[in-house]
């Protein structure tokens, strides 16, 4: 069993930037991928970044090139950087990953984050 502790997030001023962590426990193996989803109010969960193993990354359209995903394989955590936040990049955040490929998926229990002056 995976368990995924995160942290960062916050509120920030529209153009501002945050970072958020995560860190999974309960896996002997680098994981296959870890990354980010968010899920705004009335709004279906979306992906919002993730990378693998082999350090390949995909993002969301409405991140690129303003978010920029991380991962320290040796220690199993993932990192987020968000920069020029935008009010829509309001939502909860959650850390996801699978241990191998095909495998279930673990979440971590999400972090809010909120852009507005």
């Known amino acids: 069993q995976v368990q995924l502790v995160e942290s960062g997030g916050g509120l920030v001023q529209p153009g501002g930037s945050l970072r958020l962590s995560c860190a999974a426990s309960?896996?002997?193996?680098?994981?296959?991928?870890m990354g980010w989803s968010r899920q705004a109010p009335g709004k279906e969960r979306e992906m919002v970044a993730q990378i693998l193993r082999d350090d390949s990354t995909t993002y969301a359209d409405s991140v690129k090139g303003r978010f920029t995903i991380s991962r320290d394989s040796a220690k199993n955590t993932v990192h987020l950087q968000m920069n020029s936040l935008r009010p829509e990049d309001t939502a909860v955040y959650f850390c996801?990953?699978?241990?191998?490929?095909?495998?279930?998926?673990?979440w971590g229990q999400g972090r809010q984050v909120t852009v507005s002056s």
């Open positions: 996801h990953c699978t241990v191998y490929f095909g495998g279930p998926e673990y």
């Open positions: 309960g896996s002997r193996f680098a994981l296959y991928v």
